[in-house]
């Protein structure tokens, strides 16, 4: 658990709100990546970035912004959000982004939106 | 639209038996194929690995994959309590190399 770090580990937040959720990878790792976890659900893939550049964006709603100032440290800035955006966010990385390479992922943070 | 299909359980195993989980998949491209184990309110933690067809074993766990009939499972031998969890199948195809996931199965050990 400690190659992955994600704070805060739980967020409770209002509707009009702006909060950023932070994650840094110590495993020398090249690719980093956004994932939202709701219950019942397969695991979201939301933003992928490959040395620091952005490689997908699945269709993912605006009031989500990612930024990865480098390959270490991944952010997620989030704003005017809706009660269905409460869920699990869980950021992974991955020595790259190829076929074979697996995904190590963080303890997630907890999001409630009211 | 590339899936992945688990039965979403839950399975409920012995103690001391073999737990079979299995996962199907739909595109023919798939290349790599993992095994997660989430406990609940916990993150995926990564079991397995297999990228050729047969059998992969390490320790009580061995993945299983056919590509032919486009399914993976994992088997786990001398099932203990600990075991219970969520188990998430995940494939990655050969067009993106992003993971696909399925919904998981929850296994539950009974002592």
């Known amino acids: 658990e400690t190659g992955v770090t994600q704070t805060p580990r739980h967020l409770v937040m209002g509707m009009t709100n702006k909060k950023s959720l932070k994650c840094e990878q110590h495993?020398?790792?090249?690719?980093m990546y956004w994932y939202k976890q709701s219950a019942k659900k397969p695991l979201e893939l939301m933003f992928v970035?490959?040395?620091?550049?952005?490689?997908e964006n699945n269709s993912v709603p605006s009031r989500f912004s990612p930024e990865c100032p480098n390959s270490s440290h991944l952010f997620l800035h989030l704003h005017t959000l809706q009660p269905e955006d409460s869920a699990l966010y869980l950021c992974a990385s991955s020595q790259g982004e190829t076929a074979y390479n697996e995904q190590f992922f963080g303890p997630g943070t907890r999001l409630t939106v009211l | 639209q590339k899936e992945v299909e688990q039965n979403s359980g839950p399975l409920s195993v012995p103690e001391g038996a073999i737990a079979s989980l299995n996962c199907t998949y739909s595109d023919r491209g798939s290349q790599s194929f993992f095994w997660y184990r989430q406990y609940s309110g916990k993150s995926p933690e990564l079991i397995m690995f297999?990228?050729s067809n047969g059998d992969k074993e390490d320790g009580r766990f061995t993945a299983q994959l056919n590509k032919a009939s486009q399914y993976v499972s994992l088997l786990i031998r001398d099932s203990q309590p600990s075991d219970s969890a969520t188990y998430l199948c995940?494939?990655?195809?050969?067009?993106?190399?992003?993971?696909?996931w399925g919904a998981g199965t929850k296994l539950i050990i009974k002592p």
């Open positions: 970035y490959n040395f620091k550049e952005q490689t």
């Open positions: 495993l020398g790792h090249n690719a």
């Open positions: 995940a494939v990655k195809t050969d067009s993106n190399y992003q993971l696909i």
């Open positions: 297999i990228y």
